[in-house]
């Protein structure tokens, strides 16, 4: 079955660093995989998604993350952190025709 | 385009207490969702929907968990009877379906709270 896995349950950076979270994810087969974003008391919001073609993804508010196959991994950056950044970020993947994995978050604080 | 749309927001109930939850997914969506979010973690698939037929009930805990999508539009989630762990946010999601890429458009939930 599949399984995503996100280092870091908690990640804290300052305003103006470099956001780095990680995702890695089992799957024979690559999947589709996408980042989303929850703030309090909200639904989940898709940051972006790989599912063919060019392995690095821009998203929405300057987000990016890169599929690496050779590491099963689809980590999420972002160059210099704002204060709106802070929320909790979900990997997802999904295989064709089956249901989204998602992994257990990671909350990013974001430091004055 | 409206978006996912989920009532109610809040739930506060006492144990033992039914409780329903009512979800309006994007109009044209065939698949519909409901997902358990407890707190810290990741959502967790409870049934998805093609149309108006289950496909996907796996993991809905059928003694106390019912789902109907009447006519595959809206949905209703119930709990009877309620008990203090399921206490979480239930979270509709619609998609235009599983043979696609395209991703999960969320409500905002439904957060219970089961006293």
């Known amino acids: 079955a599949q399984s995503v896995t996100q280092l870091g349950s908690h990640v804290s950076v300052s305003e103006g660093a470099l956001v780095l979270l990680r995702c890695n994810y089992s799957?024979?087969?690559?999947?589709?995989l996408f980042w989303y974003v929850q703030y309090p008391n909200q639904g989940l919001q898709l940051l972006l998604k790989?599912?063919?073609?060019?392995?690095l993804v821009k998203g929405i508010n300057g987000f990016e993350a890169e599929f690496k196959k050779s590491e099963t991994s689809f980590h999420l950056t972002k160059p210099s952190a704002h204060m709106s950044d802070a929320a909790e970020y979900f990997c997802a993947v999904r295989n064709y025709g089956q249901n989204f994995v998602f992994g257990p978050g990671t909350r990013l604080s974001v430091l004055p | 385009e409206a978006g996912v749309v989920q009532s109610p927001r809040y739930k506060i109930i006492e144990k033992k207490q039914p409780v329903a939850f009512w979800c309006n997914p994007i109009?044209?969506?065939?698949?519909l969702y409901w997902y358990l979010q407890n707190l810290g973690q990741g959502p967790e698939l409870l049934i998805r929907y093609e149309n108006e037929e289950a496909v996907d009930d796996s993991q809905l805990p059928k003694d106390r968990f019912s789902a109907e999508r009447l006519k595959g539009v809206d949905s209703t989630l119930k709990i009877q009877p309620a008990e203090l762990g399921d206490s979480a946010v239930y979270l509709c999601a619609s998609s235009f379906g599983t043979g696609d890429t395209g991703e999960l458009f969320f409500g905002e939930g439904s957060r219970l709270t089961v006293l």
């Open positions: 799957s024979s087969v690559p999947p589709y």
């Open positions: 109009s044209g969506h065939n698949t």
């Open positions: 790989y599912t063919t073609g060019a392995t």
